[in-house]
Every structure is written in C-alpha cells, then in structure tokens.
C-alpha cells in the first residue's frame, strides 16, 4: 500500500527530492529519473551561463549526475536536495576555472603564437561565447544572455542559484561560501549590473 | 532622442520574469540516455543496499570448522590466557609459609647468639643476618622451586650486600676483643664494683631483644604481606633488613656489657658460676673465654 502511493505521488510530483533519492538508494529507477527530470534544466542552464560552452557544459553536467548516482548508497537527507546537487556543482565549476588558469599559465608561458590566442578559454571575457549562443544573442532577452556572461563571477553565480535553482538566499550563501549579507550584496549588484547592461544594450541597438 | 526615454527601467523582478523566458536550453538526448544509464548501471551494480542485503543468501555457505567455532574457541582460549596470568602472579605473591619447628626456632636464636667479638662482630653479624636468608631461603627451596623466587632470593642477597657496605660505616667496632679487653682490663676490673643487678638487668635486656629478633625473622619470612603494594616491596624488605641488623647490634652490645659485668662480678667471687642461661646469652666465643677465664682462675 505504502509504495503504491508513493509511486502515485511520483507521477503527480508530489514527492520530495529527498525521498526520491532515497527511494533510488532502495532501488527505485522511476523515482531517479523523475528526481532527473526535475533538475536537469536547471543544472544544465547553470553550467551553461557559467562556461558559455554546449560541450563543456554536458561534460560537468553529467560528473555531477554521476556523482549523485555514485553517492546515493550513502545518501543521508542532510539538507535539501538541490541545495547538495549544486553544491556539488559549484564545487566543480570552482575545479574547473581552477584547471582553466593553471591552463592559461602554462600557455601563457609557452612560446608566443598568434594562432594559439584562439584556444584561450577564458570564462570571465565577454567574448569567448561560441558561434551559436552568440546567434541567439538577439532582443532583450539576448541583452540579458549576454550581459549575465558579463557579469563577474560571484555575482553570476549568486544570480543563476536564484533564477535556475530557486534557491533562498541563505542557502546560497551556504553554497558559496559567504555570510548572508554579502551574498545578498552580491545579488543586489548582479540585478543593478544587468539592468545597466541591459539598458545600454538596448540604447545601443536602438540608436 | 533621450536614451533614457527608450530603455525600459527593469526592476529585479522584470530581470527575472525576463530571464524565465530565457530557460530554453536543454540537455541532449544523448547525455540524457547516458546519465540514465549511468543510473541503471549503478543499481545493478549494488548501489541499492536492499540488493546488497539479498546478496549474501546467494553465498555459498562454508563448512570451515574454525569458521563455526571461531567464538567458542577464542572466548576458551581468552579465559585460559587470562587464567594463567592469575596462577602466575598467585605464586608470585603467594606468602611463604614456614610454620617454624622449634629446633628451627634454635637455629634462629642461635643464630643470633653468635655475635663476635668486636674486631669481627660484624662479620659474623652479617653471617647471621646471611643465615637468616639462607633459612629462609630453605623453607623455600621446600616449596616448588619459582623462578620468580630465585630472582627474589638473588635479589634479597644483593641488597644485604650493599646494606652490608652501609653498615661497616655504622657499626661501632671496638677495639679490642672481649677477652683482650677483659685480659687488659683485669687490673682495672678489681677497680670495678661487681653489679650484679646490671648482670640480671643486661640479662633480661638480651632476652627481650632476642624475642624482638626472633619476630622480626618470622616478619621477613612471611615477606611480602598481602595487600602490599608491588612498589613498596623493595622498600619495605629493606627496612625489615635493617631493623634486623639495628637489633643484632644492639644483642651484641648488650652481649658485651655482660660479659664485662661477669668478668668483673667473677674476680670478686672466684667461687661464683654462671648459671647455663645466663651463658647461653652469651655468643660462642664469649662462652669459650668464659670457659678459659675459669681455668685460669682455677690454676691460680
């Protein structure tokens, strides 16, 4: 009686994050693609806007989900669910931005090549979006793409656990690392930010 | 034309109902189908811990005897290794009896008795205080010999020894022996008044310290005590040590103040006899100047 329901409320989502991923730890596939298909947007979109790159955003997409899968045995209902998936995110972009400099050092040492300047990647400039986000750079809502790119790092990351993930402020400051006002600093910043740079985008395209 | 007029003022909330339009990306199909994957495969490989409940009824079951008895067989053998520890201490501080007979009594006061004249008074002090050990050390060979015994015996000599080289230092050595001192003391002894109140008084003054020693020899027999502590052992064999010595010094003392006051007490009563108690008091080579002393006075 008990798993009928709770499967029913699997189908209606009405069941936590939480006990889905405690029912995949029993041994229930339905309830992990369900947990799956409740976040994958999000965590995906959140890497997205982070690496302006499709490819590199798949990639630690899916160590992210393979870390869940993995740690599920040992899942304990600690915190909330997404407030661990991203954690778990923002872990991993933090690793990744730190590989990525160690990168740009070592090619920054080598030789000076002009061809080479191409192969930079870095996530801070305004210009390292691809071809085919930049296509899609168009109106307001391409204002607003490509100004969060623009934004600095701790005031987009602030900005996307708000948008994507819903999260209170409290728990991205947990996330983060910092203390609830300059967590909500950051966000008061990253929202003036973006109007300025949407508003200029606007005028630009306007004039 | 007014820039400011054309670019909409966005409140945060406009930012966010702007960027929900934005939420238009989506994973592919590929990488769903590999994380969903990831997700079956890790059920299958035991993620679930409900499969890993079931999966030891699927282990063939051994038959290994040590695995069946492995609990019985290491709790006997804890109980046995804790037994042994026991006996062996038991023994180790197991008092020694040695109910003493009364010929060995004799041997202890004679023993004793046997305090040399003073040029080597302490070497036979120290041959009764050796005698003592090696009585005790009789009673105990009686008795399962134990390592832990000899080690201790072995180690009781050892301090006698150095208490010995302490007691050369504190031992009043006289001069002269008894018979030397009462030989040139003869003249000067007529000068003496006989006291025979001080002959029954020393008398009384030697048994009583005889009785002391005999004691204080059954105390370090039935060395240690119970319920002494282990630190304290050493210290307290020691002290008994030399509270022997304190008293056998003391006998000899008395032994020789005796012998004097008889000396003098016989050369003012050539017809007087010690009585063989009263000799017997005495150490052996006392009695055997004793004895001379008489001849002499006789063949005068």
């Known amino acids: ?207 | 034309m007014n820039q400011d007029d054309k670019t909409p003022s966005l409140e945060p909330q406009d930012i966010s109902e702007l960027y929900q339009t934005l939420k238009t990306e989506q994973v592919s199909e590929a990488t769903d189908n590999r994380i969903l994957a990831l997700a079956r495969e890790g059920l299958k490989t035991g993620v679930s811990p409900n499969m890993q409940k079931h999966q030891h009824l699927d282990k063939p079951k051994t038959n290994s005897l040590w695995r069946r008895w492995h609990w019985p067989l290491s709790i006997a053998a804890s109980v046995m290794f804790i037994c042994v520890i026991f006996i062996q201490q038991y023994d180790m501080f197991k008092p020694h009896s040695t109910a003493l007979a009364p010929q060995d009594f004799s041997d202890i006061v004679s023993g004793a008795q046997r305090p040399a004249p003073a040029g080597t008074q302490s070497i036979d002090a120290q041959k009764a205080l050796a005698e003592t050990e090696a009585l005790a050390l009789k009673h105990n060979s009686d008795e399962p010999t134990h390592q832990d015994t000899d080690r201790f015996a072995e180690t009781a000599k050892q301090a006698l020894q150095a208490r010995q080289a302490e007691q050369k230092k504190r031992i009043v050595m006289a001069d002269k022996a008894p018979i030397t001192a009462a030989t040139e003391q003869g003249i000067a002894a007529q000068h003496i008044p006989p006291d025979w109140e001080k002959i029954e008084q020393l008398q009384l003054q030697i048994n009583a310290k005889q009785v002391r020693l005999f004691e204080h020899n059954q105390s370090i027999n039935s060395w240690p005590q119970e319920g002494e502590a282990p630190d304290n052992l050493m210290t307290s064999l020691n002290e008994k040590q030399d509270a022997l010595v304190q008293l056998k010094q003391d006998i000899n003392q008395l032994q020789i103040e005796l012998f004097k006051q008889m000396v003098v007490y016989q050369q003012h009563n050539p017809a007087w006899q010690a009585e063989p108690e009263t000799l017997r008091l005495l150490s052996v080579e006392q009695q055997l100047a004793w004895r001379k002393l008489l001849k002499t006075n006789t063949l005068k």
């Open chain 1, 1 to 207: 009686m008990g798993w009928q329901l709770i499967n029913t409320l699997i189908k209606t989502e009405l069941v936590a994050d939480e006990t889905l991923m405690l029912q995949y730890a029993q041994g229930d596939f339905a309830a992990f693609e369900q947990l799956y298909q409740r976040h994958k947007g999000g965590l995906y979109r959140y890497f997205l806007r982070q690496v302006g790159e499709h490819g590199l955003a798949e990639d630690l997409f899916q160590d992210i989900w393979a870390k869940v899968i993995s740690q599920a045995p040992n899942y304990h209902v600690k915190a909330k669910f997404s407030t661990w998936l991203y954690t778990l995110a923002q872990h991993k972009l933090i690793d990744h931005v730190r590989h990525i400099k160690v990168v740009n050092k070592v090619i920054d040492a080598a030789p000076f090549d002009a061809d080479d300047i191409e192969i930079k990647h870095d996530i801070h400039g305004p210009n390292t979006l691809t071809p085919d986000i930049q296509l899609e750079n168009k109106g307001a809502a391409g204002a607003l793409k490509h100004c969060i790119h623009a934004l600095p790092l701790v005031q987009r990351e602030c900005f996307l656990l708000k948008e994507e993930a819903g999260l209170t402020v409290e728990v991205i400051a947990t996330i983060v690392g910092a203390n609830y006002q300059a967590c909500k600093s950051r966000l008061r910043y990253a929202y003036s930010s973006l109007r300025q740079c949407i508003s200029h985008k606007l005028g630009q395209t306007s004039v």
